[in-house]
């Protein structure tokens, strides 16, 4: 089963900033997740809320605010004080900590609030000019756009993210058209979910960091977890094997 850095190596390090990526790219798993909003002067930013209040020594949106402005902001200090004046990274600057390592990159579009008119075509204009089509997987919980995602530029992956218990998910899945299901943990393993795994769509679980349920989902068929502790977990799924 293969391990994603959630939001980076956000269980250590802040999430979603540099130090939390630059860490899981010395990491031997699989792959790194981030989360995608737009500022209000259009550019791309990595950061998991629609405000920056949780995780900054701000407070309001993000598309209100334009990237200098949110770069004047202490994003790491609420973590610990030892990552004082980490800042909000742009999209392209978390591709670039991965520019050279093997990581499958998950950036999901949080798109489900906001709908951020034309990020969809933002990010894929930045992925394929970096050249990392064929090492992104591009997911949401808004499904219009991985649909549009799909249209655009049909060789990158998509993952449809859900927190339900599905009923028919292979047919919604399929009619997306999406090519993975990410999904919380607990309805990852509801017998409505058989049919996916016997479809052979791939499974993704988020959030996992818990070894029981990591080795529960292994065993069900799940492709890979999305965990906070990606160092942890490697050591416990590699000592199992
Ligand atoms: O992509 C998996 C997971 O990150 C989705 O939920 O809220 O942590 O972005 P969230
Ligand atoms: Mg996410």
């Known amino acids: ?105 998950n ?18 204009e930045l992925v394929t000019a970096m050249q990392m089509e064929s090492r992104v997987i591009l997911s949401s919980f808004d499904h219009g756009a991985i649909q549009k995602a799909k249209q655009l530029a049909p060789s990158i992956k998509t993952g449809a993210l859900f927190m339900e218990v599905l009923v028919n998910p292979v047919d919604y899945i399929r009619n997306i058209p999406a090519d993975a299901l990410h999904v919380l943990f607990p309805a990852a393993i509801r017998p409505s979910m058989q049919e996916v795994f016997e479809a052979g769509l791939p499974v993704r679980t988020f959030t996992v960091n818990d070894e029981k349920y990591a080795k529960m989902l292994e065993q069900a068929g799940v492709e890979a977890i999305f965990t906070d502790y990606p160092e942890k977990m490697y050591t416990i799924l590699q000592a199992k094997s």
């Open 1 to 105: 089963m293969n391990i994603f850095a959630h939001r980076g190596a956000s269980g250590t390090y802040p999430e979603n900033t540099i130090s939390a990526f630059k860490e899981a790219s010395y990491l031997p798993v699989h792959g790194v997740e981030f989360d995608v909003h737009m500022t209000a002067d259009n550019e791309l930013v990595v950061i998991h809320d629609e405000k920056i209040n949780r995780t900054s020594d701000g407070k309001g949106y993000v598309k209100d605010m334009t990237l200098s402005e949110l770069k004047n902001h202490d994003f790491g200090s609420w973590f610990s004080a030892d990552f004082a004046g980490e800042t909000i990274p742009t999209l392209q600057e978390v591709l670039e900590v991965f520019s050279s390592t093997h990581h499958v990159l």
């Open 107 to 124: 950036i999901e579009l949080k798109s489900d609030i906001f709908p951020y008119d034309g990020m969809v075509e933002k990010v894929i």
